[in-house]
Nanobody, 122 residues
Framework: VQFVESGGGLVQPGGSLRLSCAAS????????MSWYRQAPGKEREAVAG????????NYADSVKGRFTISRDNAKNTVYLQMNSLKPEDTAVYYC????????????????WGQGTQVTVSS
């Protein structure tokens, strides 16, 4: 199993970024996918999830209305479009297989990729 995140960078408040995650080693189209983030000194948190066929999405309250998760099962890739970025969005962003069930987020694999750094600062 492998997750390779990309697309991070430095952006000013109010700006946008699009993250990508290329997944391999499992049947991508058979699993929900999620994005997580970890800010310095904080626990890793789930921010967005999408079902295996892309028909349903979930978002953390802190990003709802600003972030959009999508996927391309033909390319084994999941995306995170981030708009109206705020300094508090600064974190390392990770993708993983798994989603939200009820009020809880779950992960299929106990493995993280290297993540991609997003820094929101003027």
């Amino acid at each position: 199993v492998q997750f390779v995140e990309s697309g991070g960078g430095l952006v000013q408040p109010g700006g946008s970024l699009r993250l990508s995650c290329a997944a391999s080693g499992f049947t991508f189209g058979g699993y929900a996918m999620s994005w997580y983030r970890q800010a310095p000194g904080k626990e890793r948190e789930a921010v967005a999830g999408i079902t295996n066929a892309g028909g349903s999405t979930n978002y953390a309250d802190s990003v709802k209305g600003r972030f959009t998760i999508s996927r391309d099962n033909a390319k084994n890739t999941v995306y995170l479009q981030m708009n109206s970025l705020k300094p508090e969005d600064t974190a390392v962003y990770y993708c993983t297989a798994g989603g939200k069930r009820g009020s809880s987020w779950y992960r299929v694999y106990d493995y993280w990729g290297q993540g991609t750094q997003v820094t929101v600062s003027s």
